[in-house]
């Protein structure tokens, strides 16, 4: 893994040596000076997104090849997108989602 743009691009190896893939976070900025409004400047996914994606790829592996470990690490990428989606409801009753403040 090579970091492009800190917290939003990454370049991800490939497991048999192939091309490099790259994983892209939505990346937004102060739409003007002061301003709490934000705007996109590279659209990408989400944190959200890519639990989702691995909860659905443990759970596959699971089925395939089930074991204690695999079901813990389904539980916590559950658990962790519980939080995230917890921040997201904390934030949008706030009315400060999507702006740029704590």
Known sequence: MEVKTEGHKYELDS?????AQVLQFIEKRPASEGSTELETIN?????????????NRM?????KFPCRENAIVITKLEESLMWLN????NRTARGVEGKQVA
Do not use: K, S
Request: net charge negative; no cysteine; aromatic share 4%.
């Open 15 to 19: 497991f048999e040596g192939g091309p």
């Open 43 to 55: 659209d990408g996914t989400t944190n959200e997104e890519v639990l989702r994606v691995l909860i």
């Open 86 to 89: 917890h921040r997201t409801a």
């Open 59 to 63: 759970n596959h592996l699971q089925d």
